[in-house]
């Protein structure tokens, strides 16, 4: 394997300050400050693939990564995962007891004794952070958090007498201008219930219009209109052949047969836009009746009296929460797909 030299350095600068005793959270706002590139970005530059860019900024999660990383010191890793049902192809981590080390395949770029040290410091980290207590009850908005500024998944913690919901990109950059300070959770559940009773009440009154929609519209109207066009275009082609074969037979004029055959051709496409016209309108419909009868769409509406939101309300109507300051966050809904294509439908 050879050594890229300038990530080296990189490597080599976060193992000297974490060993000479700054925290993770330092080490990454260092970084951040000399737009140093995350592994992500920089191996997405050099043309490589990564599973996630994200948004390019330093956190202790980052900083940690590499101080864990035995790579550094020769070492390859190798069985850190494998596949526990072969049918869903999902992979279980492999403790790091049960992994294949084999040492000096490579020149190392880090000691064996700084690499040492940084795992002693690290378990003392984690050691300290362990004798804080936590709640370990799953909150409702588990995953669903994300800061609307920097796109950064929201940390939940608790604090002397409630939890409180708050980004770490301002801990440790100011490039997005994240809020700072977060939210109280009890403040957001009030916020978050209101606007999910707004939308509740509006797919309901979208249910009951489509209901009444779908009564004021005949059974398979738009089914028999389209057949009864498609005939009628059927008709004006024959007759259109009949006159082309008058006029080669000599029956009919030139100056018959274009004026007719002009005539003709503007009925057939009329008649053919009136079906497609006609086509989008069955689409429509075929769409409506789906919406009224989707099930996502009928538990939503079983909402309608609530007054408290739970598990099941927040899985079932919401995809992301996206926060950018106290008196201003917006929801991804997870039925938002339905009403798009009922949108482009009525286009």
Same mark, same amino acid.
């Given at each position: 394997?050879?050594?890229?030299?300038?990530?080296?350095?990189?490597?080599?600068?976060?193992?000297?300050?974490?060993?000479?005793?700054?925290?993770?959270?330092?080490?990454?706002?260092?970084?951040?400050?000399?737009?140093?590139?995350?592994?992500?970005?920089?191996?997405?530059?050099?043309?490589?693939?990564?599973?996630?860019?994200?948004?390019?900024?330093?956190?202790? !999660?980052?900083?940690?990564?590499? *101080? +864990? %990383?035995?790579?550094?010191?020769?070492?390859? &890793?190798? @069985?850190? /995962? #494998?596949?526990?049902?072969?049918?869903?192809?999902?992979?279980?981590?492999?403790?790091?007891?049960?992994?294949?080390?084999?040492?000096?395949?490579?020149?190392?770029?880090?000691?064996?004794?700084?690499? !040492?040290?940084?795992?002693?410091? *690290? +378990? %003392?980290?984690?050691?300290?952070?362990?004798? &804080?207590? @936590?709640? /370990? #009850?799953?909150?409702?908005?588990?995953?669903?958090?994300?800061?609307?500024?920097?796109?950064?998944?929201?940390?939940?913690?608790?604090?002397?007498?409630?939890?409180?919901?708050?980004?770490?990109?301002?801990?440790?950059?100011?490039?997005?201008?994240?809020?700072?300070?977060?939210?109280?959770?009890?403040?957001?559940?009030?916020?978050?219930?209101?606007?999910?009773?707004?939308?509740?009440?509006?797919?309901?009154?979208?249910?009951?219009?489509?209901?009444?929609?779908?009564?004021?519209?005949?059974?398979?109207?738009?089914?028999?209109?389209?057949?009864?066009?498609?005939?009628?275009?059927?008709?004006?082609?024959?007759?259109?052949?009949?006159?082309y074969e008058g006029y080669v037979e000599g029956r009919v004029?030139?100056?018959?047969?274009?004026?007719?055959?002009?005539?003709?051709?503007?009925?057939?496409?009329?008649?053919?836009?009136?079906?497609?016209?006609?086509?989008?309108?069955?689409?429509?419909?075929?769409?409506?009746?789906?919406?009224?009868?989707?099930?996502?769409?009928?538990?939503?509406?079983?909402?309608?009296?609530?007054?408290?939101?739970?598990?099941?309300?927040?899985?079932?109507?919401?995809?992301?929460?996206?926060?950018?300051?106290?008196?201003?966050?917006?929801?991804?809904?997870?039925?938002?797909?339905?009403?798009?294509?009922?949108?482009?439908?009525?286009?």
């Amino acid at each position: 394997m050879l050594i890229d030299h300038e990530a080296a350095m990189i490597v080599t600068d976060i193992f000297l300050w974490f060993t000479q005793g700054k925290r993770l959270g330092e080490i990454a706002k260092i970084l951040n400050g000399k737009q140093i590139d995350t592994p992500a970005t920089y191996l997405g530059k050099k043309g490589y693939k990564v599973a996630r860019k994200g948004n390019n900024i330093w956190y202790s !999660t980052t900083v940690k990564a590499i *101080l +864990k %990383e035995k790579a550094y010191i020769g070492t390859i &890793v190798n @069985h850190k /995962t #494998e596949v526990a049902v072969i049918s869903t192809k999902k992979a279980k981590i492999i403790p790091p007891e049960e992994r294949i080390e084999c040492e000096n395949q490579h020149e190392a770029i880090i000691s064996k004794e700084i690499f !040492t040290r940084s795992e002693i410091l *690290l +378990k %003392e980290h984690v050691f300290r952070k362990k004798q &804080v207590p @936590h709640n /370990t #009850e799953k909150n409702i908005f588990h995953g669903k958090i994300r800061c609307g500024c920097c796109g950064n998944k929201m940390r939940i913690r608790m604090g002397v007498k409630s939890k409180r919901i708050s980004c770490q990109t301002p801990s440790v950059s100011e490039q997005y201008g994240c809020m700072k300070g977060g939210i109280q959770e009890e403040e957001l559940k009030k916020v978050i219930l209101e606007m999910v009773k707004d939308q509740i009440q509006l797919v309901s009154n979208r249910i009951t219009a489509l209901g009444k929609e779908r009564r004021n519209i005949p059974n398979g109207s738009s089914a028999k209109k389209i057949e009864l066009l498609e005939t009628k275009v059927q008709e004006l082609k024959r007759e259109k052949f009949y006159l082309y074969e008058g006029y080669v037979e000599g029956r009919v004029t030139k100056e018959e047969y274009q004026e007719k055959a002009k005539e003709l051709s503007n009925e057939i496409s009329f008649y053919t836009q009136s079906i497609e016209t006609a086509t989008k309108q069955k689409e429509k419909e075929k769409h409506r009746e789906r919406l009224q009868k989707n099930e996502k769409l009928k538990e939503i509406r079983s909402f309608e009296k609530i007054e408290k939101l739970d598990s099941k309300i927040v899985d079932c109507m919401i995809d992301t929460i996206y926060i950018y300051a106290e008196d201003r966050i917006e929801i991804k809904w997870a039925f938002e797909d339905l009403f798009v294509a009922e949108t482009e439908n009525q286009v």
